[in-house]
């Protein structure tokens, strides 16, 4: 028998899940602040779901299986397919735009490396029933106000439209399949690639040429970059559509991160219609947040035309990220008090525990049976800051003595004075 967990799959002790409850504490703060209501969809999904439009590179990566029943099942790769699911169906006639929210895990059979786990934690952020530049700007606020409250520094947005890659291509008559494939090259940089297949799909030399001059273009000074990227696509009505939005999302950013536009950029996943984006920190070459606008996939699964944008945060990457920048991950929590109760002090031990519960200490009561020494090596160990003591002569005046393990000091005192006593 193998006891080891599932290759990519990671325990999560104490202290490491710690670490992930800060940062899904900070999403669920912006959930707040920007009206985004939490939901929950099951973790097992239809194969079909995802198989219609999240695209080859995570299709081909799914955990899936086949039930009792028969019915071709798989553990979702990610989060906009059910989001979208519930669009269609039950949210169908709900008022939009609507804000809906999640922190669930995932599951791709992707190659096991730093930040690349087959069980992953995303946080999501999705607005439905807006096609305004308004609401691309707002995810990307969202993002850029996660990396702050996280306290990270120096990190880029990379950002670019796959209308503009995709209306180049639809202009030479390139099919929606091989559209889909180039843009999955792209996505892996692989622009050798591209021009081959584009070639192989006879395609024009004129589009390989535009293409080629796409993958070119970059930089963070956002107008002339911009500026460049128009040029380059001026004979291409619906391309400079695609751009003319992207400027405008920009533009309406409130107090914007660094920009990198980048044309030879696009995203692995098919729904995307429009922007799409990336956030990174320099030196840490895999991205903390992916996210961008799908304005046909509720359409696709049978739902109204619904068009939305969403992002989605890589909880354990912003963790990796902050232990790497040496941003805080520890919370201040309250102090532990262990109570220890000796000799037949038990019921009163118990009673004094609800009491300090009751004025929101943190207590941990003695439940072993071990005599006092063992405890407060116990206590010493688990690094606890203080141990009440109940005594059986103590207990008859109405008093405990309360240690802190720190300054290795110990006083009497009456059990009212404990909770002001012990620094929360
Ligand atoms: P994604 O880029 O595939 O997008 O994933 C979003 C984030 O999840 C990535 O930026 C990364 O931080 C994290 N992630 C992805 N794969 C792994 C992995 N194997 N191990 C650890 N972390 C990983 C989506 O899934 C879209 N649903 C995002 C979206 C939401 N678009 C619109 N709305």
């Known amino acids: 028998m193998k006891l080891t967990s599932v290759r990519g799959m990671r325990d999560f002790l104490p202290e490491d899940l710690a670490k992930r409850r800060l940062v899904e504490a900070r999403v669920r703060e912006l959930f707040e602040l920007y009206n985004y209501a939490e939901i929950e969809t099951p973790v097992l999904e239809h194969f079909d779901l995802f198989a219609k439009k999240s695209g080859e590179e995570i299709t081909q990566r799914m955990y899936s299986f086949t039930d009792l029943s028969g019915r071709k099942l798989v553990l979702r790769p990610e989060g906009t397919a059910p989001v979208a699911r519930l669009m269609a169906t039950t949210l169908r006639t709900s008022p939009k735009p609507i804000r809906l929210g999640y922190i669930w895990s995932f599951f791709r059979y992707d190659e096991p490396q730093k930040g690349r786990y087959r069980q992953f934690y995303q946080a999501g952020f999705e607005l439905f029933g807006s096609k305004r530049p308004e609401a691309d700007a707002e995810i990307i606020s969202v993002s850029n106000q996660l990396m702050k409250l ?18 180049v291509l639809k202009e030479h008559n390139v099919s929606e399949g091989v559209q889909n494939q180039t843009l999955g090259l792209i996505d892996k940089r692989r622009y050798e690639e591209v021009v081959k297949t584009l070639r192989a799909s006879k395609v024009s030399q004129d589009c390989i040429e535009t293409m080629k001059q796409l993958f070119g273009i970059k930089g963070t ?31 309406l950013l409130d107090n914007p991160p660094r920009i990198l536009i980048d044309a030879g950029f696009a995203r692995g996943l098919e729904y995307y219609t429009g922007l799409i984006f990336e956030v990174y920190l320099p030196g840490l070459p895999i991205a903390l947040i992916g996210g961008g606008r799908y304005d046909n996939l509720v359409e696709t699964f049978g ?14 990457r912003l963790v990796l990220a902050m232990e790497e920048q040496e941003v805080a991950t520890d919370e201040q929590r309250p102090a532990v008090v262990y109570v220890v109760p000796v000799g037949e002090m038990r019921t009163k031990a118990m009673e004094i525990s609800a009491k300090l519960r009751q004025e929101k200490v943190r ?5 072993s049976g071990r005599g006092l020494k063992q405890c407060l090596s116990y206590a010493r160990a ?6 009440v003591i109940v005594g059986p002569e103590e207990a008859k005046k109405g008093m405990v003595i309360l240690r802190d393990m720190k300054a290795n000091v110990q006083t009497e005192l009456p059990v009212e004075r404990l909770p002001s006593q012990i620094k929360r």
């Open 363 to 367: 207590v941990e009561l003695e439940v």
């Open 150 to 167: 996280l306290g990270f520094r120096g990190y880029e947005f990379r950002v670019n439209s796959v209308a503009v890659l995709r209306e």
């Open 382 to 387: 688990r690094e606890y800051e203080y141990v």
């Open 303 to 316: 739902g109204e035309p619904t068009p939305a944008v969403g992002c989605a945060p890589g909880i354990d």
């Open 221 to 251: 000074d956002v107008p002339t970059t911009i500026s460049k990227i128009k040029r380059t696509v001026e004979d291409y009505g619906d391309a400079r559509e695609g751009l003319e939005d992207l400027e405008t999302i920009v533009g």
